[in-house]
């Protein structure tokens, strides 16, 4: 079993940052980032693989950065240039890594709220 721990979020205007951090309790080959605002199905915003391969998806890419503490097994999602649409609960997962750059994901954290006003 691995427990996730995030911390980070907030509330911030459109245009800002903000970082989102998620410690596990021991190392897993991925780690990844979702996201669900009211109404709407949980949804993919990046992960981070083992050796440092990373995904983002489309509506984050260019804005969102992934990176893991060197050394530690903590992820961190640096969000800039932030839009209401961000506005959603983040949760973090954990899991294995498959097919070379996909992540499988086995363990999830209890959310972190981030909210964008326009």
């Known amino acids: 079993q691995v427990q996730l721990v995030e911390s980070g979020g907030g509330s911030v205007q459109a245009g800002g940052s903000l970082r989102v951090s998620c410690a596990a309790s021991r190392y897993t080959s991925c780690m990844a980032w979702y996201r669900q605002a009211p109404g709407k199905e949980r949804e993919f915003v990046s992960h981070?693989?083992?050796?440092?391969?990373?995904v983002y998806a489309d509506s984050v890419k260019g804005r969102f950065i992934i990176s893991k503490e060197n050394g530690k097994n903590t992820v961190i999602l640096q969000m800039n240039m932030l839009k209401p649409e961000d506005t959603a609960m983040y949760y973090c997962a954990a899991g294995r890594t498959i097919n070379w750059a996909g992540c499988q994901v086995d363990y999830w954290g209890q959310g972190t709220q981030v909210t964008v006003s326009s």
């Open positions: 981070i693989r083992n050796g440092g391969g990373t």
